[in-house]
């Protein structure tokens, strides 16, 4: 029994060492996001600008989509009665 233990601690010491390398590798090579958008060209930078600003419901489009969502006109008939209305 006493025999298996260091062959375990030979493995676990050379599986720590082998994820730590990768992770380091991953670490050296692997360009940062700010670094990857200033390699960019200007019109994928503009994308992206234009997705964020989406995601934080910054964007002139998407305050007018939510404008225009919640202005409808009471006077329009399919707004004011259910759909199952027109049926008997």
């Known amino acids: ?14 599986c720590a060492g082998a994820a730590a390398f990768g992770w380091a590798l991953m ?9 990857v958008y200033k390699e ?7 994308a992206v600008d234009m997705r964020r600003q ?20 009471s006077d329009d008939p399919d707004n004011v009665k259910p759909v199952w209305s027109d049926r008997r």
């Open 54 to 73: 989406m995601a934080h419901g910054q964007a002139p489009l998407a305050a007018q989509a939510r404008a225009q969502a919640h202005m409808t006109p």
């Open 1 to 14: 029994m006493s025999s298996t233990l260091p062959f375990i601690a030979k493995v676990s010491v050379y």
């Open 40 to 46: 960019m060209a200007p019109d994928l930078q503009r």
């Open 27 to 35: 670490k050296v090579t692997v360009p940062s996001p700010d670094q």
